[in-house]
């Protein structure tokens, strides 16, 4: 087990490091998990997008010298506001918040940040992400929609990205890998579980409750721990691309 590996190994989401750590390890670049406190249907956690990014980064943590900072944990989730728990912010105030970290960082000499995003409707860090150029400070959004396709098939998910759209089958395998004690019964009923929902093509100006009354959009019966392991070594994978754009080189791989 690498130094980075013993860093965030036996620890929740939350990272551990101190302060003279960090300064002993002089990282150039710095992971932002981006989430989200939206309804996830009947069986998995308001946070889910919160525990996916910080899964996702703490992988990427743990095999290269970067800064992984804790969680935005409540993000753009309007479009599920119908259901109870799902709290938002609107896009202005995540893109504010992304930007004064952004500073913050490069004040302290760190002039790069990959954003670690857990949910599809934070449009606006695309956005964040265009206009660093010429800030002094270059940044990424991870994953992209590549990345995640080939992650896909590589844990041979049967429902595509447009299908799988939220609660279903990658989300709830990635769960039931990283974090199974977070998935309640009864995502295994296709019957009961399951929502296909492939015509939504006023999604934004009616939400999720016009497509679905579970909140899922999905199926998440299809749902494994394997598929789960598979998809997080797809994306470690697909990680190293942006590795080596940002200059970051690889301690090790689990």
């Known amino acids: 087990m690498t130094a980075s590996a013993q ?19 002089r990282p150039h670049c710095a ?34 010298p970067v ?25 202005r105030t995540l893109h504010t918040v992304v930007t004064d970290i952004t500073d913050s960082l490069r004040r302290q000499g760190i002039h790069s940040l990959i954003l670690v995003n857990g949910h599809g409707g934070n449009y606006v860090l695309r956005n ?22 080939a992650a896909r098939t590589r844990a041979g998910a049967k429902t595509s990205s447009h299908s799988d759209m939220h609660a279903g089958e990658v989300e709830t395998s990635l769960l039931l890998h990283a974090h ?16 296909v929902a492939d015509e939504r093509e006023h999604l934004l100006t009616l939400g999720m409750s016009a497509y679905t009354d579970s909140g899922v959009i999905g199926r998440p019966s299809l749902a494994s721990a394997r598929k789960g392991r598979e998809l997080l070594a797809g994306l470690a994978e697909a990680f190293d691309a942006y590795a080596e754009l940002f200059g970051i080189k690889a301690e090790s791989h689990d």
């Open 7 to 25: 860093r965030i190994s036996g620890r929740g989401l939350l990272p551990a490091d101190t302060t003279g750590e960090v300064r002993d390890r």
């Open 180 to 195: 199974p004690e977070l998935v309640r019964p009864g995502y295994e009923s296709a019957e009961s579980a399951d929502c």
């Open 128 to 149: 964040v992400v265009q206009e660093s150029g010429g800030t002094g400070t270059r940044m990424a959004l991870f994953p992209g929609s590549a990345d995640w396709a």
């Open 67 to 91: 800064l992984l900072l804790p969680p935005l944990t409540i993000s753009c989730s309007h479009e599920h506001a119908a259901w109870p728990g799902t709290v938002s912010i609107s896009a």
């Open 31 to 64: 992971l932002l998990p981006v989430g989200s406190f939206e309804q996830h249907g009947p069986f998995l956690p308001l946070t889910t997008d919160t525990v996916i990014a910080c899964t996702i980064a703490e992988r990427i943590a743990a095999a290269h």
